[in-house]
């Protein structure tokens, strides 16, 4: 396998203000991104996972980073290290998902088990990346990787994974 390509967040915007007297612009322009290569050191992956699902209201889509997950070409994807995490909620959701690392068994995504970014409204994102020695995964003891959607209607979510093997 041999993964390439980019992670990236661009932010541009401008504001322009204007008066009879005067115009005033400010702009911000910023990119923050990661070239990957195909490897596994530092800066490197060589395993991928990709899935949308809709979640029940109420109901935890639980990921096994570690277990049993496949890819779109039918093989195993079972990580060592997560380097990236980019989720995505619906366009068309009503209710908010949480992304967390469960107290019990989770991956080390956030600093203590069972913390959490809640309220990913429809259309809203979230990328983590951890480019370097990427983020442990442990079979059976840190491995999981949690996302709750709120109650009241079911919700869908997109998940990208990145990382070694």
Same mark, same amino acid.
Do not use: C, H, Y
């Given at each position: 396998m041999s993964i390439t390509g980019?992670?990236?967040?661009?932010?541009?915007?401008?504001? =322009?203000?204007?008066?009879?007297?005067?115009?005033?612009?400010?702009? =911000?322009?910023?990119?923050f991104g990661w070239d990957v290569l195909a490897g596994?050191?530092?800066?490197?992956?060589?395993?991928?996972?990709?899935?949308?699902?809709? =979640?029940?209201?109420?109901?935890?889509?639980? @990921?096994?980073?570690?277990?049993?997950?496949?890819?779109?070409?039918?093989?195993?994807?079972?990580f060592s290290k997560i380097k990236a995490i980019?989720?995505?909620?619906?366009?068309?959701?009503?209710t908010a998902l949480t992304i967390s690392r469960p107290a019990a068994n989770g991956a080390a995504v956030f600093a203590?088990?069972?913390?959490? @970014?809640?309220?990913?409204?429809?259309?809203?994102?979230?990328? @983590?990346?951890?480019k370097g020695a990427g983020i442990t995964v442990t079979a059976g003891s840190a491995d999981l990787l949690y996302i709750t959607n709120a109650a009241g209607a079911s919700a869908e979510a997109s998940v990208i994974l990145l990382g070694l093997s």
């Open positions: 980019r992670v990236a967040v661009t932010v541009d915007l401008e504001d =322009i203000r204007s008066s009879d007297a005067a115009s005033l612009r400010e702009k =911000i322009s910023a990119a596994t050191g530092a800066g490197q992956a060589n395993l991928m996972w990709q899935d949308t699902s809709t =979640i029940g209201t109420g109901e935890t889509w639980s @990921l096994d980073l570690a277990g049993t997950m496949v890819n779109s070409l039918g093989g195993p994807v079972v980019a989720v995505k909620a619906g366009d068309g959701n009503t203590a088990g069972g913390d959490a @970014l809640q309220d990913l409204d429809a259309g809203d994102a979230f990328l @983590l990346t951890k």
